[in-house]
């Protein structure tokens, strides 16, 4: 009940962030509901496609790759949608 009610007070990003993230997550109890919260901020999505589109490969390809993939799950969190699109990008890519 601590988590719908929490939800409850989310406005604008926080409000759109929960909705996308809770399309493919579930959250086991409040101590996750908190850590996820604490983890993922409002301006995470744009902040992290800044990170994507700003992404060189300057380094060994592995290095590379392992960085890609962890501004996807970030950006494939708030809208899963664009996983089909990275999946592509990723074995282009390497």
Not at 15 to 34: I, S
Not at 71 to 80: D, G
């Amino acid at each position: 009940m601590w988590i719908t009610a929490a939800h409850l007070h989310f406005e604008g990003n926080a409000a759109k962030w929960y909705q996308a993230y809770k399309q493919n997550h579930t959250f086991w109890n409040w101590d996750h509901f908190c850590a996820v919260v604490e983890e993922f901020g409002a301006n995470d999505f744009r902040t992290t496609m800044n990170d994507l589109l700003d992404l060189k490969q300057t380094r060994k390809v592995a290095e590379y790759t392992t960085q890609f993939q962890a501004l996807q799950f970030v950006v494939t969190m708030h809208n899963p949608n664009y996983d089909d699109m990275f999946s592509h990008l990723i074995t282009s890519e390497v």
